[in-house]
């Protein structure tokens, strides 16, 4: 059974930087994609960041030059180095994860459309200005 745990979510000021991590375990495939998304109060979920295994990313235009998704396969785990964080970053982050490596607009596609099959819990992010 695949779980996902995310960490190191927290309050920052606007300008400041936070890195998060989702911790994996359970999932043995080769192939996958793994991606961050995001949920504010009110407000639908966002896909932030994808990454696949064969290195491909993909990211949403809101935090383009500002957040890099990685991954550490020794350590199975997954991160979002978020910098230049801005109020209307604050939400609720999860890790999502799926079967299959895909890449281009096929990742972006994943993304924009949540279409992940094991999610985790979420790690609260909160932006003061």
């Known amino acids: 059974q695949v779980q996902l745990v995310e960490s190191g979510g927290g309050s920052v000021q606007a300008g400041g930087s936070l890195r998060l991590s989702c911790a994996a375990s359970g999932y043995t495939y080769s192939t996958y994609c793994m991606g961050w998304f995001r949920q504010a109060p009110g407000k639908e979920r966002e896909g932030v960041a994808a990454i696949s295994s064969d290195s491909s990313t993909s990211y949403a235009d809101s935090v383009k030059g500002r957040f890099t998704i990685s991954i550490d396969n020794a350590k199975n785990t997954l991160y979002l180095q978020m910098n230049s964080l801005k109020p209307e970053d604050t939400a609720m982050y999860y890790c999502?994860?799926?079967?299959?490596?895909?890449?281009?607009?096929?990742?972006?596609?994943?993304?924009?459309?949540?279409?992940?099959?094991?999610w985790g819990q979420g790690t609260q992010v909160t932006v003061s200005s």
């Open positions: 999502a994860a799926d079967h299959g490596s895909v890449g281009g607009p096929w990742l972006m596609s994943k993304l924009i459309l949540s279409d992940f099959g094991y």
